[in-house]
């Protein structure tokens, strides 16, 4: 999947693309027709940078409720023909998503949507998820025909089921169907259920990993084998370490860490951190300033993982470093770091949002972190991100750390904050939004009395719907 285009933050495409709260806002202040363009864009094509880990779909159904959108655009979406020549979960995930929430609010052509879906099109795993959560057993049992005549009948076709029904993300139609009288559908499934069982206790019966009694050799080969063959095993390495390593093993394990193989560098760098040895320090500077791209990244996880008062003091001497050891410094203090060090965070914060821009990754910590130690010069900072980045996520944690710096939070973010597409997000504003203003208490209200609404989001409105916001 392409990187999506995001639209600057100053349109109502490009606030709609970003889950912003004042999406929602401007689109219903917006004209309709306009606004309903702007929000099939979004869902037709999704905006998130990480889908995995950023929320949308119900940010878009609401909104489509608000503006009584039709569906004929989605449906266009998921029936034509690219559906078969780009079967990605990426390119319908989002809308069948979206389908799903408004079929919880009642919206009966987007359950008739979804079921259709899940009897004729690509991503139909996603769809039969949704509907799990949302349709009736009628409904459900519908679908067992056209969903098991996609495994043709023989021993590839029951394998391919038996793995589908083992690794389903809902079992509730799998439970229903093993429950159907005919043999086509009752007896396929529960024959599908028994073999994904069985392929469960095969795995469990022939672990690939260590076995009790390895040597600390044996552990050091293993995650070198694995880095051979592209698997990353220097966290998994370092636990079995911490179990089969004694006092009498560490001039080994140092010598690993030093000059070692990249795999087994990276899994005794990784156990010596988590053991805080006095060593380690050295060690990682050492790796990073070695060459080795591999090594050096194992070197900055092992620092990362490391908790004493000497990482971070060595931390004060490392975050002026401009490479990824400079990063991790930097991360280290606006975690552990204390009052003395707010300047070094508020500097990494803006280095990486001038050389990086308001996206990068490592933002997140440092968000944290002057959030953590209440730097409050830093709220211009917060702002200009928490307007251009295209995360929400980044902006949920941005919107913490305004919380904490920004007197101005109540009255200003805060307030459209309510609106945003991460549930974390309204939390954070029905806990600070200032009640005052009419539009929060309305909010407040609508956010209280939504089915679909996270149970976390409606313990915070619960207890401002109070002494101060009668409902």
């Given at each position: ?105 009642g919206r009966q052509d987007a359950l008739l949507l979804l079921r ?153 760098l990784h156990h010596l951190a988590a053991s805080r040895d006095p ?193």
């Amino acid at each position: 999947m392409f990187d999506p285009v995001i639209a600057p933050s100053g349109t109502l495409l490009g606030l709609l693309q970003r889950g912003r709260g004042d999406g929602t806002l401007h689109a219903l202040a917006a004209p309709r027709a306009e606004a309903l363009a702007a929000l099939g864009h979004c869902v037709l094509a999704d905006p998130r940078h990480d889908w995995q880990v950023e929320n949308r779909s119900l940010y878009y159904a609401r909104l489509y409720l608000d503006l009584h959108g039709g569906l004929d655009e989605i449906e266009a979406h998921l029936f034509g023909a690219e559906d078969h020549l780009d079967p990605e979960e990426s390119r319908t995930g989002l809308a069948l998503a979206v389908l799903g929430h408004l079929a919880s609010y009642g919206r009966q052509d987007a359950l008739l949507l979804l079921r259709r879906y899940a009897a004729t099109g690509a991503n139909w795993a996603w769809a039969l998820d949704e509907l799990a959560l949302r349709d009736d057993d009628a409904g459900l049992r519908g679908l067992a025909l056209p969903v098991l005549a996609r495994f043709p009948a023989g021993p590839a076709g029951d394998a391919e089921l038996a793995g589908v029904v083992r690794d389903a993300f809902e079992p509730r139609p799998w439970r229903l169907w093993a429950e159907d009288q005919r043999d086509a559908v009752g007896a396929r499934v529960r024959a599908a259920q028994e073999q994904g069982s069985f392929d469960r206790w095969q795995r469990q019966m022939r672990p690939a990993g260590p076995r009790p009694g390895w040597s600390v050799r044996a552990v050091l080969d293993w995650a070198q084998e694995g880095y051979e063959r592209g698997a990353v095993l220097d966290g998994p390495a370092a636990r079995c370490l911490a179990a089969v390593a004694g006092p009498e093993d560490r001039p080994e394990l140092l010598t690993a860490a030093r000059d070692g193989l990249p795999g087994a560098r990276g899994a005794a760098l990784h156990h010596l951190a988590a053991s805080r040895d006095p060593a380690l320090l050295d060690l990682v500077e050492a790796a990073v300033d070695g060459g080795s791209r591999p090594v050096a990244e194992a070197a900055v996880a092992a620092y990362r993982r490391m908790c004493g008062e000497d990482a971070v003091a060595r931390a004060r001497a490392w975050v002026r470093r401009t490479d990824e050891l400079g990063a991790a410094a930097a991360e280290v203090l606006a975690c552990r770091g204390t009052a003395q060090d707010a300047g070094l965070v508020l500097g990494a914060l803006r280095g990486t949002i001038r050389s990086a821009g308001p996206d990068a990754p490592q933002l997140a910590v440092l968000v944290d972190g002057v959030g953590r130690l209440d730097i409050a010069c830093a709220a211009p900072v917060l702002r200009h991100v928490y307007r251009e980045t295209s995360s929400s996520q980044l902006r949920g944690r941005v919107a913490r750390a305004l919380a904490a710096t920004d007197p101005t939070f109540a009255t200003g973010f805060a307030v459209e904050c309510l609106w945003d597409c991460e549930e974390t997000t309204r939390e954070v504003a029905a806990q600070h939004a200032e009640t005052g203003d009419v539009r929060v208490a309305e909010r407040l209200r609508r956010l209280a009395a939504d089915p679909a609404e996270e149970a976390e989001v409606q313990t915070a409105v619960r207890n401002r719907i109070g002494p101060d916001l009668q409902v």
